[in-house]
């Protein structure tokens, strides 16, 4: 009597279930807000060096007049005759004029941190990152210490308390402290919550309803934040918007249940069977008592058994120990890696393409819900090395794309089609961020899969401070950021060769299963076409019989 057939009887697609969803579903939304929070309160408008004869003028006198010079946005006037600018020989801009959309100040004009200062927004956003790798090995420790939930409603506090002080900051010190502290929370916030409702939800339902789920919610958090920094007007009110309701995560011990995997794990039965009473309970669902007491019996004699044996003693370093599982496991981080950093550049770099950032930004965040939904229909039909390799190459196409047309097209009179072009980016690389998290699950072997997943995640966040400075050499060349993503997506896709296919496999569960596994696949295996092979020969055989 384990506990996914406890549960069953229990319900484990329910009212419990709907709303464990929907709380996984808000969880979602602050983790969208929380997350772009950097991107949003860091957008920097057209600006120019202030000029005392340009203090009335309209924006379109004013563009005129740098338009003139070699450096628009930084060249520091001496005068202006007859409409015609005197560069300064010396010294350097110390105020500006800007651009304002929609009246929104950011905390690159409210700190001046443009021209030759640009450099200290992306060094300030570094640190997010830097703190996510610490945040993700702390508050991963304290789930197992002291269970999944109160873990939950740490990190989500601890991130919204980070996004909430950064709004105070007013030099670049604190602005690193606080972007560090609220990265704290950043990968935590989600798949703490992703693993309970994984755990309690039927397994047939846990793909169409965690993709879903992620894909609606967290779309619907990331179009609606553009216009919630707008309708505030400044970046540290929108911190506000994006970190008080955070506090939302207070009330979830009211709802949901602490994991009971965990509880079974840390062998506190008698709290793992409460937690399946409960959820019997809100499901209107009867369970006999006997039912509770196998469920009991079961674990207790595993877990003596268990002891017994001293079984598990494979670790995440063991995956080094052996040549194909140590290409397999590098590889796997380094494609971790790449994916992390192009999703945060392709997401992030929203600016100068000839529209509003922020409306760009909004739209092109819809590209989550068909994300979503080429997993789904994709995943299963055309295998995980498939859908990797596919989705980074056509992303890496995409992306080259639109950096030449940014090179070569006028961005104004464009605008509509560099919109298309970054949707299509974003999507494709949701798509693969998506598909990365499930083949790296499957392709792990069970005996180190949790240690695995998260020192993986760990890497990739590491790494995805440099996106910052990849989106500043922009400041030297618009296409710059775009041509540099699409050749490291290009080498990821080609990477994806070297992995075994994981569809319709005996998954590993030791490292010596994982050394052994998919031994007889060609790099150029794909299910999909193997498929059509397989299709192509019943045909022949059919007509020669007949």
Request: contains cysteine; neutral net charge.
């Amino acid at each position: 009597m384990d506990f996914d057939t406890v549960l069953e009887k229990c319900g484990n697609y329910g009212r419990y279930q709907f709303v464990l969803l929907l709380l996984y579903g808000c969880t979602n939304i602050l983790s969208s807000m929380h997350y772009f929070a950097q991107t949003l309160i860091s957008f920097t408008p057209e600006h120019w060096c202030y000029h005392e004869k340009l203090a009335n003028a309209s924006i379109s006198y004013i563009r005129s007049i740098y338009g003139q010079t070699a450096n628009p946005q930084c060249t520091l006037l001496e005068d202006i005759i007859d409409d015609q600018p005197v560069v300064s020989a010396v010294g350097n801009c110390r105020e500006w004029i800007y651009d304002y959309e929609s009246d929104y100040r950011s905390i690159t004009t409210d700190l001046k941190w443009v021209c030759d200062d640009a450099f200290q927004a992306a060094v300030g956003q570094s640190f997010f990152f830097v703190g996510s790798i610490i945040g993700t090995i702390f508050f991963g420790f304290l789930a197992d210490r002291i269970g999944r939930l109160p873990a939950l409603i740490c990190t989500t506090l601890t991130g919204a308390l980070g996004d909430f002080l950064t709004s105070f900051v007013t030099a670049l010190p604190a602005f690193a402290l606080f972007r560090f502290f609220s990265g704290l929370s950043t990968d935590t916030v989600f798949y703490l919550m992703y693993i309970m409702v994984f755990e309690y939800l039927s397994p047939q339902k846990r793909t169409f309803g965690l993709n879903i789920i992620t894909a609606i919610f967290y779309c619907f958090g990331l179009i609606l934040s553009p216009w919630y920094a707008i309708w505030v007007g400044s970046w540290r009110y929108y911190l506000y918007v994006a970190s008080l309701p955070a506090l939302i995560v207070l009330i979830y011990p009211i709802f949901i249940c602490e994991s009971a995997q965990w509880l079974i794990a840390t062998e506190r039965y008698d709290r793992a069977v409460s937690c399946l009473k409960r959820v019997a309970k809100f499901n209107r669902r009867v369970v006999e008592e006997d039912v509770f007491t196998q469920f009991r019996t079961y674990y207790e004699q595993k877990m003596a058994e268990e002891t017994k044996l001293n079984k598990n003693k494979d670790t995440f370093w063991g995956m080094f120990r052996t040549p194909r599982l140590r290409k397999f496991t590098t590889i796997m981080l380094i494609k971790s890696v790449i994916i992390t950093i192009a999703f945060d550049v392709i997401s992030r770099n929203m600016e100068g393409l000839g529209s509003s950032p922020f409306l760009l930004f909004s739209l092109t965040s819809i590209a989550y819900i068909p994300g979503g939904f080429t997993i789904i229909l994709l995943q299963n039909r055309i295998g995980r090395k498939g859908m990797a390799f596919g989705s980074l190459f056509v992303s890496a196409i995409i992306v080259t794309i639109t950096g030449f047309l940014i090179a070569f097209l006028d961005r104004e009179q464009n605008a509509v089609l560099l919109a298309i072009m970054v949707s299509l980016g974003r999507y494709g690389v949701i798509v693969s961020y998506d598909a990365e998290a499930q083949y790296a699950a499957e392709f792990i072997p069970t005996t180190v899969r949790g240690r695995g997943l998260a020192n993986i995640h760990v890497i990739g966040y590491g790494f995805a401070s440099l996106s910052s400075y990849i989106i500043y050499l922009g400041h030297y060349y618009k296409p710059l950021p775009s041509i540099v993503i699409a050749a490291v997506m290009m080498c990821g896709a080609l990477l994806c060769l070297a992995l075994p296919e994981t569809l319709n496999q005996k998954l590993p569960e030791t490292l010596k299963d994982g050394e052994e596994f998919a031994r007889h696949q060609r790099w150029y295996y794909f299910p999909c076409f193997d498929r059509s092979r397989k299709d192509k020969t019943v045909v022949i055989e059919n007509s020669n019989t007949h």
